[in-house]
């Protein structure tokens, strides 16, 4: 099996090799006809982008919604609050992703009209945005309760609403705590971005599938969108862990190990 | 242990090595020997090739193999010939054919240059022709009023690369929608998320027979690509090739092929007795006067 690397720098359209393969890439050439290595790196744009839109709306989401289950049910105003994001989380956790991609494109716009003239692009970031939203939801749930019950009776001391008591001492520290699980779903989510080639996103997985029937050269297109998916996650989960890094409060829960140690 | 486990491996290289034996003997040695053979088919190749249920297999190419594997079968004086049917699909049919598990394909393999230095082709009984179906009531007569539109196609085929194409030589610009499989890629149409799709003539005539209104669809326009499509043999076995190729020539001669199409794209098929309704095209009918392994390269020349 040898690998033949050539295969990104022919033309999309004649399969000829074309003039300017790499130095494309930088601004420095220009081709008469795209490459499949330009075609590459367009689809990897796709792929970001929806993985960037649906984190967007996610984070969101998610915060917001893991924020509402735990609200005091002292009021009938908390109690349609919790329900509704307790049903938000477990409708949209318990349906396969690919399912409700295909909901959104096929079947929510043939109720909804306006949905029709959304681009797919917004269909699918909605729904791995919602997808996603569910499980960030449960982990921002998690962060909050795992605090001691004491913040929340001090800020009640304080004299703080319910809303100040979440504003200024609950959610500063829950979502410090979550940071480790909220990297593992961004990168996720840039991997399970995959599913948009089902409603047509020219993204890297349909690339994949498209250019290895016209190349017969899969598995030199498959490493070559594999390491992109690599890289793209990798680079997730560096940023992630920066922030982590900043955001840390030293004596507090999130000072790791290395604070410990400089007592 | 050690020993065992050489043994072992040894076993398995020597039951390679008797595997590739008899890949490379004659193919006809093997048919009279065992009294079977092997054909690939596909599950779902309307009316090429696809499963009426009860793992039976018919369509235009299966009918086609089963007359020519009765011929051989007089030839080699078998009193009976046992067809086994192994499905195949895209990704497996050339190495199932390569390996020896599969003696004839018969589904809807494009003959082209990059296949034929795996695997044989017998002479072309099929040329498949990329059309446009749209609407009925859309007025879309021809690719020129596509500029602009949605166009539909399935991802992984060779459509995709041919719209690509027109774009750039004729300067116009679609809006390209990708559905996953035809299926998918009818429901764009259907649903109105396409203004048209694009694919073989067969497929799209397939799908448009199995939707709830076939009337309301058309297959229009010019002849965007033609390919061959061929029954697939074992390159290494020229024998068997021209066994299956001297029976094509006797189907032909007696005037068999335009009662199989008939049978296959213009009346009620099972297992659902939906019409195809594709026209006999002028290129298969100068396929069956001319028989010919040409590959589809050979088509795009002219």
Known sequence: MSLDVGVFCKSTLDGEVVDHCFSALFGLGQNADPSYLDWLMKAWGWTLAVAGLSLIIAIILGAFMGTLRTLPVTNGMNRVLVRFSTMWVELFRNIPILVQVFLWYHVIPAFILPLKALPSYWLVSIALGFFTSARIAEQVRAGIQALPSGQQMAATALGLTTFQSYRYIILPMALRIVIPPLTSECMNLVKNSSVAFAVSVPELTLFAMQAQEETSRGVEIYLAVTFLYALSAFTVNRVMSLIERRTRIPGFITASSDAVLAH | ?302
């Open chain 2, 1 to 302: 242990m050690n020993i065992k486990l050489r043994s072992f491996v040894l076993a398995c290289i020597g039951a390679v090595t008797i595997q590739n034996v008899c890949a490379t003997s004659g193919t006809l040695d093997k048919i009279k020997s065992t009294g079977t053979v092997t054909m690939g088919v596909r599950e779902s190749s309307i009316p090429m090739s696809y499963t009426t249920g009860d793992s039976r297999f018919d369509g235009y190419h299966v009918e086609v193999c089963r007359m020519i594997l009765a011929n051989i079968k007089d030839n080699l004086k078998l009193s009976t010939l046992r067809i086994n049917y192994q499905p195949v699909t895209s990704q497996n049919r050339v190495p199932l054919v390569q390996n020896g598990t599969v003696d004839i394909e018969c589904g809807t393999t494009t003959n082209n240059m990059a296949r034929a230095k795996d695997v044989g082709f017998a002479n072309t009984l099929y040329v498949e022709e990329v059309r446009i179906a749209v609407k009925a009531n859309s007025g879309i007569n021809s690719i020129d009023q596509l500029a602009g539109k949605k166009v539909a196609t399935t991802t992984g085929t060779t459509s995709v690369q041919l719209l690509r194409k027109h774009e750039k030589a004729n300067g116009v610009n679609f809006d390209e929608v990708f559905g996953k499989d035809h299926a998918d890629s009818f429901l764009l149409l259907e649903s109105g998320r396409a203004d048209a799709f694009v694919m073989d003539g067969s497929i799209l005539a397939g799908n448009i027979a199995n939707s709830k209104n076939p009337k309301d669809y058309r297959i229009v326009g010019e002849v965007l690509s033609t390919e061959p499509i061929a029954i697939m043999v074992r390159k290494d076995d020229p024998e068997f090739k021209a066994a299956v190729n001297d029976a094509i020539t006797k189907i032909v001669k007696n005037g068999n092929m335009p009662k199989l199409w008939n049978k296959w794209f213009l009346q009620p098929i099972p297992p659902k007795n939906i019409i195809v309704g594709l026209d006999l095209s002028p290129a298969t009918k100068n396929a069956w006067a001319n028989l010919n392994d040409k590959p589809a390269e050979d088509y795009q020349k002219k």
